[in-house]
């Protein structure tokens, strides 16, 4: 058998390493370079001074620090931690304050406070302290932990603080439910009062439309090209309303002077009787003061309805200004006998 071509052997095995070493490099370009991972690793990093920021920002409260009520009959606990003081805060000044190794924890006393800080990390480092204030005793159970269950403040309070924490919370409580109960009583007394002022609103329709009478009325009268129309007469409750209208299709304004309803009176003859003059009837008017050419306008006239009898004959008059309209001859007019109520 022929044996193969050593220096073919010997090239295909540097073609097969060129290869190999062409497709590593190829993967490593691919792959992001160093220098880009660098800053994203950097911004992926977070800030100490940022988190610490935020978590003073939001936290109210934690298991370190905490409020207690002064007793002297609890030996409260009181765990230390190495390099760190522990601080109770007194409502009154510590008058005296006794601990039992003074080998073991420096203590320090600031009037309202007391600062304990342990010597040692020994786990059996205990002893005990007792403080004395005006009012009361306290004594504490005091022993060395790791930092993290260390106690870093007790905040203490007098009993009697606890009672006006409680009574106060207890008139919120009532303060509370006092506004409630306003609050629906004003919401129940609203929807009554608007309960009772639709029903009056009601009732006074109902007595204004059962007490309204309306007459229509076809009365006209016209003078050197102006008219005076009567359109209805209207009784509400002991008010008569006189609707009427003027018409000017003449050339030159209509000034009103005056516009009045009456009552004819009459005089007795031998033959009969014999119109003597008209007893003007107190009223309120609503015209306007000029009707101007090729226009109407409407008008009203409210008077009492017990003014006029059942047998009196009723009249109404229109007078023109002729003063101020600068006409020669009135255009006055009048409608006598209009129709009545019976």
């Known amino acids: 058998m022929r044996k193969p071509n050593q220096w073919f052997i010997r090239f295909d095995l540097a073609v097969l390493a060129v290869f190999v070493l062409a ?10 370079p160093e220098s880009e991972d660098e800053p994203t690793v950097q911004n ?12 003073n920002k939001l936290k109210r409260s934690t298991r370190n620090i905490y409020k207690v009520t002064m007793r002297s009959t609890v030996a409260f606990k009181l765990q230390t931690a190495l390099g760190y003081v522990s601080t109770i805060d007194l409502p009154e000044k510590a008058l005296k304050v006794f601990v039992g190794d003074q080998e073991l ?94 029903i009056s609103e009601e009732k006074i329709k109902e007595k204004v439309t059962s007490g309204i009478r309306t007459l229509d009325l076809k009365k006209s009268k016209a003078e050197a090209e ?58 309120e008017l609503k015209l306007a003061g000029v009707i101007n050419p090729d226009s109407y306008e409407y008008g009203v006239l409210v008077f009492d309805y017990r003014a006029m009898g059942k047998d009196d004959k009723a009249i109404v008059r229109l007078l023109e200004d002729t003063l101020a309209g600068g006409t020669s001859k009135p255009r006055n007019l009048e409608i006598k006998g209009f129709e009545w109520f019976k």
């Not at 403080?131 to 022993?143: G, H, P, W």
């Open 105 to 198: 924890y420096k203590v320090e006393v600031y009037e309202k406070q007391v600062l304990i800080k342990p010597i040692t990390d020994e786990p059996d480092a205990k002893t005990n302290l007792v403080i004395m204030t005006a009012s009361t005793r306290l004594a504490f159970d005091v022993s060395v932990g790791p930092p993290d269950t260390a106690d870093f403040v007790l905040d203490f309070r007098l009993p009697q603080d606890d009672e006006t924490l409680v009574h106060n919370a207890f008139e919120e409580k009532v303060e509370k439910k006092v506004e409630e109960l306003q609050a629906q009583f004003q919401k129940k007394e609203e929807k009554l009062d608007q309960k009772a002022q639709e």
């Open 23 to 32: 497709h590593s490099l190829f993967a490593a370009e691919i792959k992001s």
């Open 226 to 283: 102006v008219q005076l129309n009567l359109l209805s007469l209207s009784q509400v409750g002991n008010k008569i309303y006189l609707r009427f209208s003027v018409l000017n299709y003449s050339k030159t304004p209509y000034r009103v002077l005056k516009t009045f309803v009456g009552i004819q009176t009459y005089e007795k003859r031998f033959l009969g009787k014999k119109e003597a003059g008209v007893i003007e009837i107190p009223s």
């Open 44 to 55: 992926e990093k977070q800030d100490p001074l940022k988190d610490r920021q935020h978590f």
